[in-house]
């Protein structure tokens, strides 16, 4: 199975879609260990992206996914600004010039997104971040298009490990970002940034899922 | 002279460290501000910090003091987006916000080199109070 350019442009339009939708769920979630405002961050992000889009529609991918990332880190504000800006940015390096994507293209982005979020904020997974919807997500993208099960099997599956870990993050004390200054009592709190990773990953899944090929 | 970028989430943090700073140093350095986003909420603003640190760049170098996590690393984009031409000239101190500027800005303004200046903003990390 292959994404065009087309497929991109769709899916972060939906990503848009969803967030404002999650708007609120994200911003409160924020409100119990943070300072309520991340569906407010990146609700602002990816309206401005989607203000940007008409400007993407010639660009290749990594172009559209380059400018993204820089819309992002221009207008979200928190600290999901600069790190989901950095994973987009360093998506868009992986695929310059790519009209369609592959299988290994899409490893090849999230791995490079994921180890620059990983630079960006020196968090790893157990901190309670994003990191802890996306690392098992990636992990298991892999290992299910290692067995030959195709994209939007593996797409799925790491939907599914995505949210299993963000369940995962009310079980942990946060060690990066706002909520380590709660500690211990950030536990029994879902972390809002592995919500909204999950969320985009989730989107991606379902629009490759209704794809005719 | 070394300038000085104040980053905080806030606007009336930056603008009231920067009354604070600039009255010290009575004018004498180049102090940037940079607090709050583009459409005036609590937050980050990292082409307002890639701005202050053009203006505040006289060819000496430029030290950038921060508040809380995303100034850490909005700091950092800022310098990436920067490129080469500031890369060794322009820091980013590990030091108290408020205590950190002041030393900061008044040790650039008796001159002092970058890392001499990033080095007396640092050491407020251990400043005692009482
Ligand atoms: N250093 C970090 N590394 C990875 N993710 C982080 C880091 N710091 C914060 N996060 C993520 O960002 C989310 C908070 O985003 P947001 O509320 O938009 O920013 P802020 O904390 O600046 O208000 C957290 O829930 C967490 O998942
Ligand atoms: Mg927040």
């Known amino acids: 199975m292959i994404l065009t350019t087309n497929d991109v442009l769709n899916i972060i339009s939906n990503i848009s879609e969803v967030i404002e939708t999650n708007r609120q769920y994200l911003t409160d979630l924020d409100a119990a260990i943070g300072d309520a405002d991340h569906g407010i961050n990146l609700d602002r992000g990816f309206k401005a992206v989607k203000e940007k889009m008409p400007q993407f529609l010639d660009k290749d991918i990594g172009a559209i996914l380059k400018n993204v990332g820089m819309v992002l880190v221009s207008t979200v504000g928190g600290a999901s600004g600069p790190l989901y800006g950095t994973f987009f940015m360093r998506m868009g390096n992986v695929v310059s010039g790519k009209n369609t994507l592959d299988e290994n293209d899409i490893v090849a982005m999230f791995e490079a997104g994921l180890s620059g979020i990983k630079e960006r904020g020196k968090a790893q997974a157990g901190d309670k971040t994003m990191i802890d919807a996306m690392e098992p997500a990636l992990n298991e993208l892999k290992s299910t298009l290692s067995e030959g099960r195709g994209l939007k099997e593996a797409i799925e599956a790491a939907a599914n490990d995505a949210y299993n870990g963000v369940l995962m993050t009310k079980d942990i004390a946060a060690k990066k970002g706002r909520a380590s200054y709660l500690g211990e009592r950030s536990i029994g709190h879902q972390d809002p940034g592995a919500t909204s990773a999950y969320l985009m990953i989730k989107t991606v899944a379902d629009y490759v899922d209704k794809l005719q090929q | ?130």
């Open chain 2, 1 to 130: 002279m070394v300038g000085i970028v104040i980053v905080s989430h806030s606007k009336k943090v930056a603008d009231g460290l920067y009354e604070l700073a600039d009255q010290m140093t009575g004018g004498k350095i180049r102090i940037g501000r940079s607090g709050g986003t583009k459409d005036g909420r609590l937050g980050t603003n990292v082409d307002e910090i890639v701005e202050e640190i053009k203006k505040c760049e006289s060819g000496d170098g430029v030290l950038i003091l921060v508040d809380l996590g995303s100034s850490v690393m909005s700091a950092q984009m800022a310098l990436e987006f920067l490129g080469e031409d500031y890369e060794n000239k322009v820091k980013i101190a590990d030091a108290p916000l408020v205590e950190g500027t002041i030393a900061a800005s008044v040790e650039a303004s008796i001159g002092s080199d970058i890392l001499k200046v990033k080095a007396v903003a640092e050491a407020a990390k251990n400043l005692v109070k009482i």
